[in-house]
């Protein structure tokens, strides 16, 4: 069973920093894709940003970009989200996702839920104004 642990949320104010990591319990298992995705008290999740795990392509929702940045670092199987200048609307529990199926790097494809076969538990971001 593959395992995604989360880690790096907190409470910051608004414009600070923050940076999240998610490692997998396993090595490898034909991870194609890895994603951040969150989801606010009473909203639906919504996608964050993704990245193919062997050649870095990344994928970012417009709400995020030029603020959020993902990568990864394959010999230590982390995944990571730095966010700078946050904003009260970050407020979230960020989950990362990982996926065996990159879907020929379509956008649309990396943007959905369904396209990950396994979660993390989530980690709480609390951004005060």
């Known amino acids: 069973q593959v395992q995604l642990i989360e880690s790096g949320g907190g409470l910051v104010e608004a414009g600070n920093s923050l940076r999240l990591s998610c490692t997998t319990s396993?090595?490898?298992?034909?991870?194609?894709?890895m994603g951040w995705f969150r989801q606010a008290p009473g909203k639906a999740r919504e996608f964050v940003a993704a990245?193919?795990?062997?050649?870095?392509?990344?994928f970012y929702a417009d709400s995020v970009k030029g603020r959020f940045t993902i990568s990864r670092d394959t010999a230590k199987n982390t995944l990571y989200l730095q966010m700078n200048n946050l904003k009260t609307e970050d407020t979230a529990v960020y989950f990362c996702?990982?996926?065996?199926?990159?879907?020929?790097?379509?956008?649309?494809?990396?943007?959905?839920?369904?396209?990950?076969?396994?979660w993390g538990q989530g980690t709480q971001v609390t951004v005060s104004s």
């Open positions: 990245i193919s795990w062997r050649v870095a392509n990344t």
């Open positions: 996702a990982a996926g065996q199926n990159y879907g020929a790097g379509q956008s649309s494809f990396v943007r959905v839920g369904s396209a990950y076969d396994y």
């Open positions: 396993t090595r490898t298992f034909s991870t194609a894709v």
